[in-house]
T-cell receptor, first 114, second 113 residues
């Protein structure tokens, strides 16, 4: 089955460390997204990419960077992790041919910054 | 600025009850309103969606009611089951022209046996 996968699924790190979260997809979708989920705050968009050469900031991009290595791969980096970046992170994809823009989410990465 | 307001934040019902989750939006350019369902340890997945040219849409036990003049829409779950326990997110977007889904903050639904 075409899928969206995220690695690692869980990560505990310390303040100041550099962290990379990876996302891979076999859906063949051009659009990819990174969200974070916090209790009571819902899903907030960090970055999105329409293709390999197109990367855009979302509503909460400060402290994060991304890399689109290929159509199928989209990585999120925390250059210097801080405790308030403790959250559940989701990668998602969508098909630009789908005018309703249904998004397909990965299983998430739970990140804890001590 | 929160463009989609969702309530309640959490909801507990007994099996067979009809939980109702409400959302309100501000941006009149929105013309597509999906609901996503998220089980523990999983990512959200599309459950059901509605366009504002209809006032109601049913898929199985799930129904969306839409009130365009009030800029509100709601999800009803008929004959709720413990397996419906999940977090539900409403969302809004503009068909065809907008990459972005604007999500509500989510409702944690618990259906007790």
């Amino acid at each position: 089955d075409a899928d969206v996968t995220q690695t690692p699924r869980n990560r505990i790190t310390k303040t100041g460390k550099r962290i990379m979260l990876e996302c891979s997809q076999t859906k063949g979708h051009d659009r990819m997204y990174w969200y974070r989920q916090d209790p009571g705050l819902g899903l907030r968009l960090i970055y999105y990419s329409f293709d390999v050469k197109d990367i855009n900031k979302g509503e909460i991009s400060d402290g994060y960077s991304v890399s689109r290595q290929a159509q199928a791969k989209f990585s999120l980096s925390l250059e210097s992790a801080i405790p308030n970046q403790t959250a559940l992170y989701f990668c998602a994809t969508s098909d630009p041919q789908d005018r309703y823009n249904e998004q397909f989410f990965g299983p998430g990465t739970r990140l804890t910054v001590l | 600025q929160q463009q989609v307001k969702q309530s309640p934040q959490s909801l507990i019902v007994q099996k067979g009850g009809i939980p109702i989750i409400n959302c309100a939006y501000e941006n009149t350019a929105f013309d597509y309103f999906p609901w996503y369902q998220q089980f523990p340890g999983k990512g959200p997945a599309l459950l059901i969606a509605i366009r504002p040219d209809v006032s109601e849409k049913k898929e199985g036990r799930f129904t969306i009611s839409f009130n365009k003049s009030a800029k509100q829409f709601s999800l009803h779950i008929m004959d709720s089951q413990p397996g419906d326990s999940a977090t539900y997110f409403c969302a809004a977007s503009t068909i065809g022209s907008n990459y972005k889904l604007t999500f509500g903050k989510g409702t944690l639904l618990t259906v007790n046996p």
